[in-house]
DNA sequence: AGATATTTTTAGGTTAGTCTAAAAATTATT
DNA sequence: AATAATTTTTAGACTAACCTAAAAATATCT
């Protein structure tokens, strides 16, 4: 098996290719994980060596299909353990992201098969973010950032891009949860904010907001 | 915080220490971590650096209260794991060890106060071991050995000593559990083994099982 | 008590994962 | 196309947690 260090990586790389075709840049995987672009280098050799990722020198790092594998693999777990804190626990979505990141590690096939069952085999964690099954395959639904929206559209909350305690208490604050159906009223080019219509009243979310909340139309 | 292993090391010396009065010897530690005895005189001068063992060269090892409470909190987490993987994940009681193991380690004191709630704030854990209580204490009970009881005597199991794998399968294969009521109809002086009345069936079990089951008389 | 056996510590070494600073390669700009 | 800026790799070093082998201290035995 896998370092926790290993597998963070793995994660990371995963998350970064996610909407691009090129290799991950050293950098960005420096970025993403607060480490430095030298032990970037060191950790993508090795794991090249155990073959969970292609790296060719200065050509950036792409996952192989085991390290697809292995990566969707430790975002089931994560994800099922947010569910598990949200649904279970009383935890709040902005509390569950550093458990889960130790959660995450846990060696036990049989514990995650039996999370999943006890959980009702839940198809998206508490930021809206898809499940991904036993196989990795995770369904992906259409989802557009509410700033792509125009003047009278109209969807549902059903993610989050950042899903940053700060973003989430100040969702909360607005009372915008996922679920909540939504219609953009007014687009105020002046600063990039919307008039939205949410639970019958009207609420004005700044530009932030609106390039960070996904709605299904 | 402290790391995984300075965590296991801690849990070890407690454990080491529950029954004797003296300093723990290093031999006694690097058996029970399956470590060498060079490896623990330099891990017991870091815990002693940070408090939470005394160590005098060559007189082994104690905790401090500090150590103590540590400890505790360790082992609180343990077996609340255990109760959580058995009541509401359908491990049984011998698959729980390992896994209990790593999940020990999770640092979020919200996430084991939300645990003990979720379960019931429960008192003992799988193996009938005391959960200790957010301040550390933990209720002893009054338990013998199967292997100390009188012909004649009766009493209910309370616990395992060994809860090993292997151990506590064969306990589930002669089906007894804890909770059940015993009752010792013979010892037989030739092997030391047992005829108990349990279920209201008479069963015969060997020395090492007598030596390792615990009886509430 | 003196010799012997056992335990514990010391000395020196390894691996994983990190870092800083310098060198090399790539990319962008004039 | 040459130069400058940026990115990436290399070189060398550090810490935590281990190890083996040898030395020192303690315990046991005659
Ligand atoms: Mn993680
Ligand atoms: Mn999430
Ligand atoms: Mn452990
Ligand atoms: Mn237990």
């Given at each position: 098996m896998f370092s926790q260090s290993e597998e963070n990586y793995i994660k990371a790389i995963y998350h970064?290719?996610?909407?691009?075709?090129k290799g991950i840049s050293t950098n960005a995987i420096a970025k993403k994980l607060n480490t430095k672009a030298s032990?970037?280098?060191?950790?993508?050799?090795?794991?090249?060596?155990?073959?969970?990722?292609?790296?060719?020198?200065y050509q950036g790092v792409t996952l192989t299909e085991f390290g697809k594998k292995t990566a969707t693999g430790i975002i089931r777990k994560h994800r099922l353990w947010e569910v598990f804190l949200?649904?279970?626990?009383?935890?709040?979505?902005?509390?569950?992201?550093?458990?889960?990141e130790q959660l995450e590690h846990i060696k036990s096939p049989k514990l995650i098969d039996e999370l999943d069952a006890f959980l009702g085999h839940p198809k998206r964690d508490p930021h809206g973010d898809p499940i991904p099954d036993k196989d990795g395959n995770l369904q992906v639904i259409e989802k557009n950032l509410l700033a792509t929206l125009d003047k009278g559209?109209?969807?549902i909350?059903?993610?989050?891009?950042?899903?940053s305690s700060e973003f989430l208490r100040f969702l909360d604050k607005?009372?915008?949860?996922?679920?909540?159906?939504i219609e953009v009223l007014e687009k105020e080019p002046f600063d990039g904010s919307f008039?939205?219509?949410i639970d019958e009243k009207e609420l004005s979310v700044s530009n932030k907001?609106?390039?960070?909340l996904y709605i299904q139309k």
């Open positions: 970064l290719g996610e909407f691009s075709e032990s970037v280098t060191d950790m993508v050799r090795k794991l090249s060596e155990k073959k969970l990722v292609v790296y060719k020198k949200v649904n279970k626990l009383n935890f709040s979505w902005d509390e569950v992201h550093d458990v889960a559209e109209k969807g909350c059903v993610g989050v891009d950042d899903s607005q009372e915008i949860a996922l679920g909540k159906h008039l939205i219509k907001i609106a390039t960070n």
